[in-house]
Each structure stands twice: as structure tokens, then as C-alpha cells.
């Protein structure tokens, strides 16, 4: 059949793809390996513009190898690489090796394999050695191509019209879920994909980590400074059925897919107007993203940024609710984020990595108040020099929602 996609079916272009693979080839040379096989879907969609269901290999030397099972017709009309229709992983094996000589260290990325897959690997490729490439690999897809940042910029401008118009639509008496549902809807007629990948999560990400009040402090199994009730033990965190009330702050986490590509970000709703503690927290929270926002530029070390925060907060008199409650707080500042959230680059306690140019960074900033929890979250990308780029641009600014408004 012919595949002739809407203009709104965005597909990546070969002068995007080629320079990635080039990348890749030039990390494997580095890190020793012959090449790697990548089976993650998102993986794929990265090294060859589509995730229909299959592998890619890329090698260190010679072409990439883009198998797919199902639907390689169709793969082969989203991505301007060249498509190999496979049966199964039996025949892909045989094409990896006879792409591979024999000894060849091959890179898995086996964070996401399951044990089963890699032993079956094991077993499919007699002769070639698997070796863990999580750590180069997640480097690499760190730092963002052009391509990634219009995505995201996208995201964040999505996201932004979203925030805009929650004052219209927080009410008092309003649940959470509610507020959710709301933004989902938003969010997908806006052409958000609406799902959320976290590398390797415990809970997949979810875009509607709505919390508020005194209850929305409470910790979870989410690695965050406080989750809510959520709606079940089954997943105890984010929105729930509880409703707001005046005076308490709303804590808006809500994250935004275009073509693949997510920003995260947090802002702080009021109804009413704000308790002196809620304002001091998010004083305290506008001042430690404009100092990473200056502070995020190439060389920077994730550790020393870390400690930076911590002394804003300090001064602040808030250290002991900054990232969450004593016992409870996480040891991050900031997380990466792109085509998945949960992987490098970090700000991170006593880290030694160094900030390079076009690494995105989710700037994960949270204090707990008595009234509740209040959070700031830009997503942002480091330039060459300078103030990093804020993709995110929705108001920096704690929002109080004047009662007869609402």
C-alpha cells in the first residue's frame, strides 16, 4: 500500500537521523564495541524515526540495521533509513551476525532488557560478547540535536497555553482528578501524546501529578519531596479525589509529549489569597531557578550546583522543607528529560559530572509548607554560553486565583 502521512504526522528527516547515527557510531568506537543493538521503543525511534515493532543495530563501522517485524511496511514509510522486514528475532540474529564479526563486543542497553530477552540473546548470538551500554548510551541521548529542542520547545509552549488557563478552571470544591481530567484534555487536543515515558520507573510517568493541601505533603513511592493521596494503593500518588479549598496552595505537575519529546514542569496555584509561608517558600524557589538558570553553562559540576540550592534555602531559614521533609528528601535538583524523564543529566547531591551544551535539565524544585506542598519546575536547555534556554515558558510566579473568579 502507499503511505502518504498528514502534514501533522510530523516524521524525522535524514538530516536529523544521520548525524545522530554518526554519534553513535563514533560512542561505540569510543567505548570499544562493534556495535549496539537497540530493542527499546524508544530507543529505536531515536536511532531510526519510527517504533514499529523491531530492532536497530547500529555498528561501529558500516550501515545501520533497522529490522522490523511488525509493521516494516510501514516503517519503512516513516523512517528514511533503510528497513529490513524480519520474521522474528531467530532471523535477526542471523543478520546481526553476519553484520558482526565473530568476537565482537555488542552493546545492550539492559536497563530496559528483561532477563529473559538477554538470555535469549545469549543464546541467538554464539560468538559475539554482550556487554551493558546503559551508561554511554543514556550520556549520549543526553545532549539534544536541534531537532529534540524544537520538539521540546514545542512541548513547553503546549504546556504553557495549559497553565494559562487554569485560573479559569480551579474552583473551589474542584477535586484534583478533576483538575487532571481537565488538563489531559487540553493537553491531547493540543496534540500532546499524553504518555509519559520514565526510563526503567517503578511507576510509569503519568502527566497528572496534582497535589494540594496539607494531605498533598504526604510521601509515596514516587522518589519525589511529596505525592498526595493518588486515587488507590494500587497507584498512591498524584491527583485524587480530594478537593481544594481556599487558602491552600496547588501544586500543578504536569507533563507534555510533541512528536515524542516531553517537557516537565510544576507551577503553584492559590485560591485566594496565598498564606505568608506559601509565598516565603515560593520566594525562595523563584530565587534558586534564576541561579541555576544562570548557573547551568558548559563545565558547571552537578554537585556544587546542588549545594548551591541548598544555600538559597538555608538563607531562606527553609532547609529542613526544601526537597521534602527530613527523612524524606530526595537527592536531586534537577533531572533529565527529553524522550523520557528518570535518566542523566542530573543535579545531584555531591555529584562530579560536568554540564555540557544542549543537555536538558527539568529543574525539580519543591518546598513543603504547612498548608502544603509548593513546587517549581522548568524544563531548560544549556547553551554555549550564558543563561540556559527556558523551554518552559509559562510565568515563574506563584498564582493567586482571586476568590470571585473562581
Same mark, same amino acid.
Given at each position: 500500500?502507499?503511505?502518504?502521512?498528514?502534514?501533522?504526522?510530523?516524521?524525522?528527516?535524514?538530516?536529523?537521523?544521520?548525524?545522530?547515527?554518526?554519534?553513535?557510531?563514533?560512542?561505540?568506537?569510543?567505548?570499544?564495541?562493534?556495535?549496539?543493538?537497540?530493542?527499546?521503543?524508544?530507543?529505536?525511534?531515536?536511532?531510526?524515526?519510527?517504533?514499529?515493532?523491531?530492532?536497530?543495530?547500529?555498528?561501529?563501522?558500516?550501515?545501520?540495521?533497522?529490522?522490523?517485524?511488525?509493521?516494516?511496511?510501514?516503517?519503512?514509510?516513516?523512517?528514511?533509513?533503510?528497513?529490513?522486514?524480519?520474521?522474528?528475532?531467530?532471523?535477526?540474529?542471523?543478520?546481526?551476525?553476519?553484520?558482526?564479526?565473530?568476537?565482537?563486543?555488542?552493546?545492550?542497553?539492559?536497563?530496559?532488557?528483561?532477563?529473559?530477552?538477554?538470555?535469549?540473546?545469549?543464546?541467538?548470538?554464539?560468538?559475539?560478547?554482550?556487554?551493558?551500554?546503559?551508561? $554511554?548510551?543514556?550520556?549520549?541521548?543526553?545532549?539534544?540535536?536541534?531537532?529534540?529542542?524544537?520538539?521540546?520547545?514545542?512541548?513547553?509552549?503546549?504546556?504553557?497555553?495549559?497553565?494559562?488557563?487554569?485560573?479559569?478552571?480551579?474552583?473551589?470544591?474542584?477535586?484534583?482528578?478533576?483538575?487532571?481530567?481537565?488538563?489531559?484534555?487540553?493537553?491531547?487536543?493540543?496534540?500532546?501524546?499524553?504518555?509519559?515515558?520514565?526510563?526503567?520507573?517503578?511507576?510509569?510517568?503519568?502527566?497528572?501529578?496534582?497535589?494540594?493541601?496539607?494531605?498533598?505533603?504526604?510521601?509515596?513511592?514516587?522518589?519525589?519531596?511529596?505525592?498526595?493521596?493518588?486515587?488507590?494503593?494500587?497507584?498512591?500518588?498524584?491527583?485524587?479525589?480530594?478537593?481544594?479549598?481556599?487558602?491552600? $496552595?496547588?501544586?500543578?505537575?504536569?507533563?507534555?509529549?510533541?512528536?515524542?519529546?516531553?517537557?516537565?514542569?510544576?507551577?503553584?496555584?492559590?485560591?485566594?489569597?496565598?498564606?505568608?509561608?506559601?509565598?516565603?517558600?515560593?520566594?525562595?524557589?523563584?530565587?534558586?531557578?534564576?541561579?541555576?538558570?544562570?548557573?547551568?553553562?558548559?563545565?558547571?559540576?552537578?554537585?556544587?550546583?546542588?549545594?548551591?540550592?541548598?544555600?538559597?534555602?538555608?538563607?531562606?531559614?527553609?532547609?529542613?522543607?526544601?526537597?521534602?521533609?527530613?527523612?524524606?528528601?530526595?537527592?536531586?535538583?534537577?533531572?533529565?528529560?527529553?524522550?523520557?524523564?528518570?535518566?542523566?543529566?542530573?543535579?545531584?547531591?555531591?555529584?562530579?559530572?560536568?554540564?555540557?551544551?544542549?543537555?536538558?535539565?527539568?529543574?525539580?524544585?519543591?518546598?513543603?509548607?504547612?498548608?502544603?506542598?509548593?513546587?517549581?519546575?522548568?524544563?531548560?536547555?544549556?547553551?554555549?554560553?550564558?543563561?540556559?534556554?527556558?523551554?518552559?515558558?509559562?510565568?515563574?510566579?506563584?498564582?493567586?486565583?482571586?476568590?470571585?473568579?473562581?
Amino acid at each position: 500500500m502507499s503511505w502518504e502521512f498528514p502534514a501533522w504526522y510530523q516524521l524525522t528527516p535524514l538530516e536529523v537521523l544521520a548525524p545522530r547515527v554518526e554519534r553513535i557510531a563514533t560512542m561505540c568506537a569510543e567505548e570499544g564495541l562493534g556495535g549496539i543493538l537497540l530493542t527499546d521503543a524508544y530507543d529505536v525511534f531515536y536511532a531510526c524515526g519510527t517504533s514499529q515493532q523491531g530492532l536497530v543495530l547500529i555498528p561501529a563501522k558500516g550501515e545501520p540495521l533497522v529490522l522490523m517485524r511488525r509493521h516494516a511496511e510501514r516503517a519503512a514509510a516513516e523512517s528514511p533509513l533503510t528497513v529490513t522486514p524480519i520474521s522474528g528475532l531467530t532471523q535477526a540474529a542471523d543478520f546481526l551476525l553476519t553484520a558482526l564479526p565473530q568476537g565482537s563486543r555488542l552493546g545492550l542497553t539492559l536497563d530496559v532488557v528483561a532477563a529473559s530477552d538477554y538470555l535469549g540473546w545469549q543464546k541467538r548470538l554464539p560468538g559475539l560478547k554482550l556487554v551493558d551500554a546503559t551508561g $554511554p548510551w543514556l550520556e549520549l541521548k543526553a545532549v539534544k540535536d536541534a531537532w529534540e529542542l524544537e520538539r521540546m520547545a514545542e512541548a513547553g509552549k503546549l504546556a504553557a497555553s495549559i497553565y494559562a488557563a487554569l485560573p479559569g478552571l480551579i474552583k473551589p470544591g474542584m477535586s484534583e482528578a478533576e483538575l487532571a481530567g481537565e488538563m489531559q484534555r487540553l493537553a491531547i487536543a493540543g496534540g500532546s501524546i499524553d504518555y509519559l515515558r520514565s526510563r526503567h520507573a517503578y511507576h510509569q510517568t503519568y502527566s497528572w501529578h496534582i497535589s494540594s493541601g496539607p494531605e498533598g505533603n504526604l510521601p509515596s513511592a514516587m522518589d519525589a519531596p511529596f505525592n498526595g493521596w493518588g486515587l488507590s494503593p494500587a497507584f498512591p500518588l498524584g491527583a485524587s479525589q480530594r478537593r481544594f479549598k481556599p487558602g491552600q $496552595p496547588i501544586n500543578v505537575d504536569f507533563g507534555v509529549s510533541v512528536g515524542g519529546y516531553q517537557t516537565d514542569q510544576t507551577r503553584t496555584f492559590v485560591l485566594g489569597a496565598a498564606p505568608r509561608e506559601v509565598r516565603a517558600a515560593h520566594a525562595c524557589l523563584e530565587e534558586i531557578e534564576a541561579a541555576y538558570i544562570n548557573g547551568l553553562v558548559p563545565g558547571a559540576v552537578s554537585g556544587e550546583l546542588f549545594d548551591l540550592g541548598l544555600e538559597i534555602a538555608a538563607r531562606h531559614g527553609l532547609s529542613d522543607s526544601y526537597l521534602g521533609k527530613p527523612g524524606h528528601k530526595i537527592r536531586f535538583a534537577a533531572h533529565g528529560v527529553g524522550q523520557e524523564l528518570g535518566c542523566p543529566p542530573y543535579i545531584l547531591e555531591n555529584s562530579q559530572a560536568v554540564v555540557h551544551e544542549n543537555q536538558t535539565y527539568a529543574l525539580e524544585l519543591k518546598i513543603i509548607t504547612p498548608q502544603g506542598p509548593v513546587g517549581l519546575e522548568s524544563t531548560v536547555a544549556v547553551r554555549a554560553s550564558g543563561p540556559a534556554r527556558n523551554l518552559t515558558p509559562a510565568p515563574s510566579l506563584l498564582a493567586e486565583i482571586p476568590l470571585e473568579a473562581s
